[in-house]
């Protein structure tokens, strides 16, 4: 069967017409993205989901590199109308003196900056933390980078592979006798990305609600790629302190439970099951004919299946495999127990949870018309937040933000314009 076309493929629900002021509880939070590739900006974009005035940052002239990453339609980058969504975009040259001086009196009216410069790199154009809390006591700073502000690594060049290298993500996952794997997708920076926006909401509240000489007060936030995703990957480390132990690769099985698993079945589609509860391991065995081995001393622990991980994946691969996908997820479901299919993209888009629930919204896009994109992370039942608009052209709000909010006059941004200091 051939992917269908974006005419004929499912429509997820369409976001409805979004309010002119910005609707979520970061309302009235400034927040200046200067950042690229891909935690900073993903950082920014949650806080603008939920109500934040976000104002995006580019070269003047080679525009955020951001622009170039993954697919394009009729040279319209994808992946920017999602990233960049709820930002105001301005091309600054923030290591020229005028256009630090421009990106000075942006932080004067703002909350929160986000950058992901080399450490060192701020304060080499005049812009490192001293000088902007000067300029506004009440600035959250957040510093993105590979491996912190300080350390003998901080100097590296930092990319989230790195960090998943690292962290021991890629030392725990491919199977037992093949390499260390590498995700197809920035995981480290979309951790280190989402843990970012939680630490300015903790800041921000810090500033508002502080205690005595605290509150009014902004702060620095040292933010690696490498810390969140050494906590995603777990426990290793405390693991090798109490008792010398260190993980290794087991595939798609886990140490902790079984049977856990990806299964082919009958019309050659996969799917995972898990069985990180016990009873949901009973309804599994009792669901592919072998109750026996529930009465078995071994299969009352998660760690006990997993030494028998073999004959549990026989029993349960070769039940699944007699049957097809629909027929598996069925009766899984009607049995209570916990199988999931593995979807690929056209499988998000068209599962009807993902539709019913509003995962994948479509909004409107001035370039590309209708398009379909992630909706924001979380659901708040009073304070909602919204896509208000898709990734914007280089520059489209430059003048409307110097020019109208600075106050600046017209004759200097074109000089500034012609100096290739803006865009």
């Not at 070269?59 to 990453?69: K, Q």
């Not at 073999?310 to 029993?315: A, G, I």
């Not at 500034?416 to 865009?423: E, I, Q, Y």
Request: proline share 8%; aromatic share 6%; net charge negative.
């Amino acid at each position: 069967m051939s992917a269908p076309t974006p005419q004929t493929a499912a429509t997820p629900r369409t976001a409805p017409t979004p309010p002119t002021a910005p609707a979520g509880p970061l309302a009235g939070v400034r927040v200046i993205d200067a950042s690229t590739i891909l935690a900073g900006p993903l950082c920014a974009q949650i806080l603008g989901d939920y109500g934040a005035d976000v104002v995006k940052i580019e070269h003047p002239v080679a525009g955020d590199s951001m622009r170039g990453h993954g697919r394009s339609k009729d040279g319209v980058p994808l992946w920017w109308k999602e990233i960049s969504r709820n930002k105001r975009t301005i091309g600054l040259r923030l290591s020229d003196p005028d256009g630090a001086a421009v990106f000075k009196d942006l932080v004067r009216e703002a909350d929160v900056v986000v950058e992901n410069f080399r450490p060192g790199t701020f304060e080499r154009w005049g812009l490192g933390p001293d000088v902007l809390h000067e300029l506004n006591p009440g600035l959250i700073l957040v510093r993105v980078t590979g491996f912190g502000q300080t350390g003998p690594y901080a100097a590296r060049a930092g990319f989230g592979t790195l960090a998943e290298a690292m962290s021991g993500f890629a030392h725990l996952t491919g199977q037992a006798d093949g390499p260390p794997t590498l995700p197809a997708f920035g995981l480290a920076d979309s951790i280190a990305g989402i843990a970012a926006s939680s630490a300015v909401s903790m800041a921000l509240y810090a500033r508002d609600h502080g205690r005595g000489d605290e509150r009014g007060r902004g702060q620095v936030i040292d933010m690696s790629l490498l810390a969140p995703i050494l906590t995603a990957v777990g426990p290793g480390p405390t693991v090798y302190d109490q008792l010398g132990e260190i993980g290794t690769r087991n595939g798609n099985r886990s140490v902790n439970n079984a049977p856990r698993n990806t299964y082919r079945t009958k019309d050659d589609r996969w799917v995972a099951v898990s069985t990180s509860a016990q009873k949901v391991a009973e309804r599994v065995l009792q669901l592919v004919g072998h109750p026996e081995v529930i009465d078995e001393p071994w299969f009352a622990t998660g760690a006990r299946r997993a030494e028998h991980a073999d004959l549990l994946d026989r029993y349960v691969g070769d039940w699944i495999a007699a049957r097809t996908r629909d027929e598996v997820t069925d009766a899984f479901a009607a049995a209570g127990a916990a199988v999931a299919p593995i979807y690929d993209a056209r499988d998000i888009v068209e599962d009807p949870h993902v539709r019913e629930t509003g995962m994948i919204r479509t909004v409107d896009d001035p370039d590309l018309g209708p398009i379909a994109m992630h909706d924001v992370m979380w659901r708040m039942s009073r304070t909602p937040g919204s896509i208000r608009f898709t990734g914007r052209p280089p520059g489209a709000d430059t003048d409307e933000l110097l020019v109208h909010e600075l106050g600046m006059d017209p004759a200097a941004v074109a000089e500034l314009r012609d100096r290739g200091v803006v865009a």
